[in-house]
């Protein structure tokens, strides 16, 4: 039975988006989970020559109007794609701080609170064998590898954030507490500068945090596209996977 087959009605399955981009579209890519497979912990993974190169190539079709878009912070992204991260038009943090050849790097301040809500957060992961990660505007509490340890750095990341007023984000085998901020919202502003004006956003992402921007790339006029499983959706099309992604861009490229 195909997994269409098991979805109720209401989550009929959505189809591939074609692999074309016109000089009306400006296209958004989340990174973990859609441009790279994950890993065991966020140092696990890199960015290959050959999607890196993709890329390139795609945004020098697409001037300004190719960007990524994720919860990684833009100094995590520049270290993962090294200099090619300055032809990419970038929103990090989960849409907290952006990148644009227009705008430059807007960001917000660091409050002094993010520095104390860091070390306990640490804390907690030196405290309980977690893997802490540390984000320019947030911090994180990985437990892949202690999937039993959930709930609790659910319940520790939650009283840390009330404390110190700072956003709860549950991810995928994880948990941040960082600055305001969504993809969403990145996108509606990356979409007024000069190069992305009048376009269409299409966006790809895998994540529930992803939802925000499915929803302001369709209010926007363009489409959001899942990657993974079917699931209830704000996207119109559909990607089973990372390498599903990797051969997309490639057609892209070939047609463009
Ligand atoms: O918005 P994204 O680009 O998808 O970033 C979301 C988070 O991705 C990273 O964590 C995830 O990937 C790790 C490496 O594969 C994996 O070990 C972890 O379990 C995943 O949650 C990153 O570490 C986070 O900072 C991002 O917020």
Request: charged letters at 20%; proline letters at 7%.
């Amino acid at each position: 039975m195909s997994a269409s087959a098991t979805l109720s009605p209401m989550l009929a399955d959505l189809t591939p988006p074609p692999p074309r981009l016109s000089e009306r579209d400006s296209l958004f890519l989340d990174f973990d989970g859609t441009l790279v497979d994950l890993a065991d912990n966020p140092e696990g993974v890199h960015v290959s020559p050959a999607l890196a190169d993709r890329l390139d190539a795609l945004a020098a079709h697409m001037p300004g109007r190719l960007a990524i878009v994720s919860g990684r912070s833009i100094a995590q992204l520049d270290a993962l794609f090294g200099p090619q991260a300055q032809h990419f038009t970038l929103a990090g943090s989960h849409g907290a701080e952006r990148r644009s050849p227009e705008d430059g790097h807007v960001q917000p301040d660091t409050p002094a609170h993010l520095s104390l809500a860091t070390d306990e957060m640490r804390a907690i992961a030196e405290a309980h064998d977690l893997y802490f990660e540390s984000k320019s505007f947030g911090a994180g509490l990985h437990y892949r590898r202690k999937p039993d340890a959930e709930a609790l750095a659910l319940r520790e990341a939650s009283v840390i954030a009330r404390r110190h007023g700072l956003t709860l984000q549950p991810g995928k085998m994880m948990v941040e507490v960082r600055l305001s901020g969504d993809k969403g919202q990145a996108i509606a502003a990356l979409m007024q500068t000069a190069a992305m004006r009048a376009t269409l956003p299409i966006f790809f992402g895998d994540d529930v945090t992803d939802e925000d921007g499915f929803v302001t790339a369709a209010a926007l006029g363009g489409a959001g596209v899942l990657v993974g499983p079917m699931r209830e959706t704000a996207a119109r099309y559909r990607l089973p996977d990372v390498a599903a992604v990797h051969q997309w861009l490639a057609q892209a490229l070939e047609n463009a």
